[in-house]
């Protein structure tokens, strides 16, 4: 079985869970021992939950791959999304009850005017269908009850917020009294990790002095994966079918993009295999991969003041 990464474009109504079960599925049926049934010895596992009513890329790491799925975790993430006018939802999506009604809509030029508001570090309140605990509950399950959910303000950083390049080509720059109510707005953010796309979409919908809910959201990037590494459910099914997963899967070093590698010695090699804290290396601070001298992955590493120290060994 080899180490790396099966980056699923993700269809819609398919949960995550389900999505690593399909990977699991193809690959037994390949011939691949992988954890969770027969004793298998492969782990599977994804780099970051994705809605049953989203699509778009969801990292799946295999074997080796899977100790880095915490960096995903971590990893900034890049969505289109679309935000329907005129009614809120209890879910802040299509799936809930309406809750909130508005007969005001908002223009491009108005849209354009508020983006730079929400971008930056910024204050928001997580939806109360969301998967963050409660007194030891899912805040989701207290919601589905019928109890009140009040979930604190986070800050989380939107880095870029702007109309997506098809809505784009209109002219918000136009006399804006002459331009068409919008029905909804399809729009591009690039967010830190814990970013709620849906309470953005309903807070920007308020600061246009309307309500909204999210009817389209498709992540574009998670990490260092985008929708070019993806592949759909149909191909991953080729798969299980006899298709060689060389031809599906990315390699290991693609989830450290970013992570400088550091060539070690064979005695270095040895002590980094130990869990031992290797000293003398005059070089900047910060995390590295360790290699050996034959380029196999050891380690991820942190050096501080030369001196080396283990984050999470790989066992090739």
């Known amino acids: 079985m080899p180490h790396g990464w099966?980056?699923?474009?993700?269809?819609?109504?398919?949960?995550?869970?389900?999505?690593?079960?399909?990977?699991?599925?193809?690959?037994?049926?390949?011939?691949?021992?992988?954890?969770?049934?027969?004793?298998?010895?492969?782990?599977?596992?994804?780099?970051?939950?994705?809605?049953?009513?989203?699509?778009?890329?969801?990292?799946?790491?295999i074997g080796e791959a899977t100790k880095l799925t915490g960096r995903m975790l971590e990893a900034s993430k890049v969505y289109d999304f679309t935000i329907t006018f005129?009614?809120?939802?209890?879910?802040?999506?299509?799936?809930?009850?309406?809750?909130?009604?508005?007969e005001h809509r908002p223009n491009m030029a108005d849209?354009?005017?508020?983006?730079?508001?929400?971008?930056?570090?910024?204050?928001?309140?997580?939806?109360?269908?969301?998967a963050l605990k409660v007194d030891g509950k899912r805040a989701y399950a207290l919601a589905r009850a019928g109890e009140e959910v009040e979930l604190k303000a986070r800050s989380v950083t939107i880095y870029s917020l702007s109309i997506h390049a098809p809505d784009s080509a209109l002219d918000f720059q136009s006399d804006a009294a002459s331009q068409p109510m919008l029905s909804a707005i399809t729009l591009t953010a690039h967010v830190s990790k814990g970013t709620y796309i849906r309470s953005l979409a309903r807070d920007i919908a308020l600061a246009l002095n309307t309500v909204g809910h999210v009817t389209m959201l498709r992540?574009?990037?998670?990490?260092?994966?985008?929708?070019?590494?993806?592949?759909?459910?149909?191909?991953?099914?080729?798969?299980?079918?006899?298709?060689?997963?060389?031809?599906?899967?990315l390699p290991f070093e693609a989830g450290l993009d970013g992570i400088p590698a550091l060539t070690l010695n064979p005695?270095?090699?040895?002590?980094?295999?130990?869990?031992?804290?290797?000293?003398?290396?005059?070089?900047?601070?910060?995390?590295?991969?360790?290699?050996?001298?034959?380029?196999?992955?050891l380690a991820l590493i942190e050096l501080c003041e030369g001196d080396l120290r283990v984050v999470r060994g790989f066992n090739f």
């Open 219 to 249: 992540r574009t990037k998670a990490g260092p994966f985008a929708l070019k590494d993806a592949i759909s459910l149909d191909n991953l099914n080729e798969i299980g079918k006899g298709a060689a997963i060389k031809d599906y899967i």
């Open 267 to 297: 005695d270095q090699a040895r002590q980094v295999r130990q869990g031992q804290i290797v000293s003398g290396f005059a070089m900047d601070d910060g995390q590295y991969c360790a290699h050996d001298e034959d380029a196999v992955p």
């Open 6 to 61: 099966i980056i699923l474009d993700k269809p819609l109504e398919l949960g995550s869970t389900q999505a690593v079960g399909a990977v699991k599925r193809n690959l037994r049926e390949a011939g691949y021992k992988v954890s969770g049934k027969g004793g298998g010895v492969t782990k599977i596992g994804h780099g970051g939950t994705l809605d049953p009513l989203a699509t778009g890329v969801l990292p799946i790491a």
């Open 111 to 130: 849209v354009q005017s508020i983006l730079a508001d929400f971008t930056g570090t910024i204050s928001q309140i997580p939806p109360a269908f969301s």
């Open 86 to 102: 005129g009614q809120q939802t209890t879910t802040l999506d299509s799936e809930g009850e309406v809750m909130a009604m508005s």
